[in-house]
């Protein structure tokens, strides 16, 4: 619980960078709403690129993140002072206005983000992906105190904003903070969601579109956990609105707003590069529109397109200094980077691999683009980061009878857009593609909103009781998700206790952690969530290119490349499930492995999942 | 986007055409349905249900 003192200092000091910085560069803002997530968007922002910084200066040490936090205190302590003033008054102003059908929603609202905050502060376990590398991968920065290039880890070149976050929360408290910042940038959007209705339609809309934004059910399932794309669906979704600000009132420092959120975007994962794209081709026909000057429109481009290549181009050039390739490992056939396993290609999109003939891609890729909405909703066989929920099926399509409204003309064809670059290029999947959620519950909150108020009583009132029913489910669903988490924080237990007995592998890190000398290196046989170790390590995972076991005839030429590669310990998954065969061997059962651990592998622990050996090199 | 935002005032202070009005609520009707079904299709009735009674029996 003490995460909660955490987040709040962490969410001052950046609210207080961003507003320090958006007073000095930043546009004249429309509502003290957006200036609120406009500071804390730039905030956090600041706060990853300062450790990046930090780290590629090898200053990743535990102080450092307290002096920034201060820094950021003390840079906005006036503004934060003012704002939280102004704030007081306007929401007690606007609590008095809001009728009690919103009201509702909102405490909906509010009991679903606690019940999501419950699970963002158990101790990570489970999920493969935070374990394995968004939270992993920060924990050996901080062990090493720089940037370091793990190049068995999967992501350990690709852009990471959110980990330079998750990097500050591990070494200002831990990892339960990281899940706990990401669960912040959730509660954020949803805010940012309403306050853009609020300025663009009303604040009705606003409360049904945050509220179908909050109960999707991809973002509650990841917005507690400790993975990138609620954060990133943050910066992308600020990012927009700076763009649709840009758009109705113009003026250079709205654009710069734009390339800063777009540059922190594309600085946190790869799929943001294509809404980048996407903007930098809008804001070229808005300033062809205008019939704006070249020297003009050349200006406006480099000011939007140099500050967002400006603020992501350190990831990129570092992947290109380590792997030749500066988004590796993708599109490893078009840059020549380091040897990689699997093919991450770019070239086209996958239905269109799959065909051969012009107009049978043609078929794929309407058929794709005419279905994926409808199979997210209804296909549970796609799992939760499919999972999109109803309303985006149900709401959107009764905007167009309304095409005669600009804006939500614009909404719609931003929507359309957005969507097939989702489903026909950005791996159509909606994890990856949070933003475009935010966007679309914009047009579903305006058709709900639309409903709840119908002249047609019946209507309202079967609308208002049905989408309040839908709401309950959802609760429910978060419930039934935080459930555990009620557990554990009702119960005696500590987080040593519980991940002892959820998570597989604690009880073999703990040994680890224990007894290995500080300079060992560990082997992860079989494993690649490798957070709770504490010990430099390396994966054996066969799309890392540094230990290929079939290149290695006999047990002493492998031992030869352990020696070279400076492993001294083996942790081992003794029982390889099915589902992961085809990526591991069962060691156990391998004549090869076999040989080489009755040769020169010692026993030091043993429980029932996992081993770990010793390597005796011969001297 | 303020001539836009102008245009759309000037709509709203239109009469909707009487088939918009009637295609509208149909749909709303549809989007309640489809709604209602999603959600109890997929077992949220029992999840309530098993919900409500391990807090009240």
């Known amino acids: ?619 | 986007m303020r001539s836009i935002i102008k245009e759309d005032v000037e709509v709203d202070t239109e009469r909707e055409h009487p088939l918009i009005e009637w295609g509208e609520f149909v749909l709303g009707l549809g989007a309640c349905v489809l709604m209602g079904y999603f959600f109890y299709s997929k077992g949220y009735w029992g999840l309530l249900t098993h919900i409500w009674s391990s807090f009240f029996g």
């Not at chain 1, 980048?276 to 070249?294: H, N, T, V, Y």
């Not at chain 1, 994926?372 to 799992?383: D, F, I, K, M, V």
Request: net charge positive; charged share 15%.
């Open chain 1, 1 to 619: 619980m003490v995460e909660l003192v955490y987040i709040v200092l962490m969410a001052l000091g950046s609210t207080g960078a961003g507003l320090a910085l958006l007073r000095t560069v930043g546009p004249t803002s429309t509502s003290r709403a957006e200036e609120l997530v406009f500071s804390i968007g730039v905030g956090l922002g600041c706060l990853a690129l300062c450790t990046m910084f930090l780290g590629l200066l090898g200053l990743l040490f535990e102080p450092v993140f307290y002096v920034l936090l201060l820094a950021g205190l003390l840079l906005g302590r006036k503004q934060l002072i003012g704002m939280a003033g102004r704030l007081q008054g306007r929401l007690a102003e606007r609590s008095l206005a809001w009728d009690s059908f919103s009201l509702c929603i909102v405490v909906f609202v509010g009991l679903a983000l606690a019940l999501n905050l419950l699970r963002a502060l158990m101790p990570p376990h489970g999920a493969v992906d935070p374990l394995a590398y968004h939270l992993a991968l920060p924990n050996i920065y901080l062990i090493k105190h720089y940037l370091s290039f793990e190049q068995t880890l999967t992501g350990s070149l690709y852009p990471d904003n959110i980990g330079m976050l998750y990097t500050a929360a591990i070494g200002l408290r831990g990892a339960s903070l990281a899940q706990v910042v990401h669960w912040f940038m959730g509660a954020v959007t949803v805010m940012a969601i309403w306050c853009f209705c609020r300025d663009y339609f009303n604040s009705q809309v606003g409360v049904f579109a945050a509220a179908i934004y909050a109960f999707t059910p991809v973002f509650i399932f990841f917005s507690p956990l400790a993975y990138v794309d609620v954060g990133v669906a943050l910066f992308q979704f600020l990012s927009l609105w700076a763009l649709f600000k840009w758009m109705r009132e113009g003026g250079d420092r709205t654009l710069l707003l734009v390339g800063i959120f777009t540059g922190l975007a594309m600085g946190s994962k790869h799929t943001a590069l294509f809404l980048g794209m996407a903007s930098s081709l809008a804001i070229f026909l808005r300033l062809l529109k205008l019939k704006e000057p070249p020297k003009k429109m050349a200006r406006s481009l480099f000011l939007f397109g140099g500050v967002a290549l400006l603020l992501a181009m350190p990831w990129y050039l570092r992947a290109l200094i380590y792997a030749g390739n500066p988004v590796w490992p993708v599109a490893n056939e078009l840059f020549g980077g380091l040897p990689y396993g699997s093919n991450f290609s770019i070239a086209m999109p996958s239905v269109v691999e799959t065909s051969g003939l012009q107009w049978e891609r043609i078929k794929d890729l309407a058929y794709v683009a005419a279905t994926s909405l409808w199979e997210w909703a209804w296909n549970g066989q796609l799992g939760w980061q499919r999972a999109t929920g109803i309303y985006y099926l149900a709401l959107p399509p009764v905007a167009l009878f309304h095409w005669r409204r600009a804006r939500l003309r614009w909404l719609i064809l931003g929507s359309a857009l957005y969507y097939l670059m989702v489903v026909l290029y950005v791996d159509g999947n909606p994890r990856y593609n949070l933003a475009f959620f935010a966007l679309l519950s914009i047009l579903a909150g305006w058709v709900a909103q639309r409903f709840s108020a119908h002249r047609i009583r019946s209507l309202r009132l079967l609308f208002n009781s049905t989408f309040l029913a839908t709401l309950l489910c959802g609760l429910a669903q978060s419930y039934a998700l935080a459930y555990p988490a009620v557990h554990f924080t009702l119960s005696r237990q500590d987080s040593e206790q519980f991940l002892l007995a959820t998570e597989g592998n604690y009880k073999a890190f703990s040994f680890v952690n224990r007894q290995l000398p500080p300079d060992a290196k560990v082997l992860l046989q079989g494993i690649v969530k490798g957070y709770y170790c504490q010990r430099e390590y390396m994966w054996d995972h066969p799309y890392q290119r540094l230990l290929q076991y079939g290149e290695y005839a006999t047990a002493e030429q492998m031992l030869e490349r352990m020696k070279e590669l400076r492993i001294t310990h083996i942790v081992r998954m003794i029982h390889i499930p099915p589902g992961r065969i085809n990526f591991f061997p069962q060691y156990f059962t391998d004549s090869k492995h076999e040989e080489f651990r009755k040769k020169f592998l010692k026993l030091l622990y043993r429980d029932n999942g996992y081993v770990v050996f010793e390597i005796s090199y011969p001297s």
